[in-house]
């Protein structure tokens, strides 16, 4: 079975510094797909970033990184510059054959930015 | 954009209630979610759908149901709502396929509380 682990509830950066948020997986599938969604305080949630099980290369979208470490079953998001925007939850979520092409989700961590 | 819509930001019900919650996408997906979003679970899958008049069980189904008549519409039933159910629901569609990432775009939730 899949399994997406966030262990860290609540984090807190200062402004213009980087974080990293944590985000561990399990499956036994081959061929998966990793994604981090972010969700504002308005409800949404919103899509940050991608990353495939095969990809060479870490994903980047702007100020988001993937720092995706197979061997080791991690896919941590990396917020360079934080901004008081970023203040949000953030998502780490998985999908692959395992799991049906469900996708699943974990806890989640709330971040918060300090001015 | 991909556009996803739902038909209330917050609605409160009574237990026992029928209680309809519609969701609408703009953007031809194939692929349709419902989830609920209960602080320290992160999101739960109950019902999705693949195809029109098509639908599957998610994790936690029981006490729902679901409709999926036209390809951009798929609403959420609750048969007769109960205290349990208050929740956040969060639509979602995806444009589906097995080699895509098949990324998921939400609506901004509808949060109901069952009296």
């Known amino acids: 079975a899949q399994k997406i682990t966030q262990t860290q509830p609540g984090m807190f950066v200062q402004e213009k510094e980087a974080v990293t948020l944590d985000c561990t997986y399990d499956?036994?599938?081959?061929?998966?797909?990793l994604f981090w969604y972010k969700q504002p305080s308005s409800g949404e949630m919103i899509f940050l970033i991608y990353?495939?099980?095969?990809?060479?290369q870490n994903a980047t979208e702007g100020r988001y990184s993937l720092n995706f470490q197979k061997a080791r079953k991690s896919a941590n998001l990396v917020i360079s510059a934080s901004q008081l925007g970023d203040s949000a939850m953030y998502f780490c979520?998985?999908?692959?054959?395992?799991?049906?092409?469900?996708?699943?989700f974990g806890a989640g961590t709330r971040l918060f930015v300090k001015a | 954009d991909v556009k996803v819509t739902q038909s209330s930001r917050y609605l409160v019900k009574r237990t026992g209630e029928k209680v309809f919650l519609e969701c609408v996408q703009d953007?031809?997906?194939?692929?349709m979610f419902w989830y609920r979003q209960d602080p320290g679970l992160g999101l739960r899958l109950i019902y999705f759908?693949?195809?029109?008049?098509?639908?599957e069980k998610g994790d936690i189904p029981e006490g729902y149901s679901v409709s999926r008549e036209k390809k951009e519409r798929f609403s959420l039933i609750l048969e007769s709502a109960s205290t349990n159910q208050t929740s956040m629901y969060l639509c979602?569609?995806?444009?589906?396929?097995?080699?895509?990432?098949?990324?998921?775009?939400f609506g901004p939730g509808t949060r109901l509380t069952v009296l």
């Open positions: 759908s693949y195809d029109v008049k098509m639908k």
């Open positions: 990353q495939g099980s095969y990809d060479q």
């Open positions: 953007m031809d997906h194939e692929n």
């Open positions: 979520a998985m999908r692959g054959i395992d799991g049906g092409f469900k996708t699943i």
């Open positions: 499956t036994s599938d081959p061929s998966y797909g």
């Open positions: 979602a569609s995806s444009l589906g396929g097995v080699a895509v990432p098949d990324t998921q775009y």
